[in-house]
């Protein structure tokens, strides 16, 4: 609830008299939508209005048990092979506007992980050789 507040704030509207939000007490709450006031305000006896889409979504995003680490190890492997490409990592505005942006923008953490794994700088120096090839690189 605090997200939607919190974009009304900045959008300079009123969330409950928008219809995004529904006041219980001093509770914010989500409206309730489809036939979830059918006869039963949930809201009122302290229960969410909740589709199931709402905890699909959240659980999709996570993944960032794997994400963040996947990046931070590729943070870790990248200025490796880095100057194989012609980047200095200590050139900090350089490589990482030039190459580990980039690399990361095509590649993903995810995949720098999968193929370090694998088979080491090399196979993640293949990955960049191909967006070497493309011209991205």
């Known amino acids: 609830m605090n997200w939607i507040r919190a ?3 900045v959008a300079r509207i009123d969330p409950v008299g928008a219809g995004y939000l529904v006041q219980v007490g001093g509770t914010y709450r989500l409206p309730p939508l489809r036939d979830l006031d059918a006869g039963i305000d949930l809201a009122t006896a302290g229960q969410l209005n909740l ?10 995003d996570a993944d960032f048990t ?6 931070n190890i590729s943070d870790v492997v990248l200025p490796k092979v880095a100057p ?4 200095d990592p200590k050139n ?8 580990r942006n ?8 995810e995949n720098i992980l999968f193929a370090y794994e694998s088979g080491g700088t090399g196979a993640v120096q293949h990955l ?3 967006l070497r090839v493309r011209g991205i690189l």
Do not use: Q
Request: charge should be negative; proline fraction near 5%.
């Open 66 to 71: 794997f994400t963040i680490p996947a990046v």
């Open 84 to 87: 194989a490409y012609g980047y």
């Open 51 to 60: 589709l199931p889409e709402y905890a699909i979504h959240n659980l999709s």
């Open 102 to 109: 980039t690399v990361l923008a095509h590649l993903a953490g």
């Open 128 to 130: 960049i050789d191909a």
């Open 92 to 99: 900090v505005t350089s490589y990482n506007w030039k190459f």
């Open 7 to 9: 974009a009304a704030i």
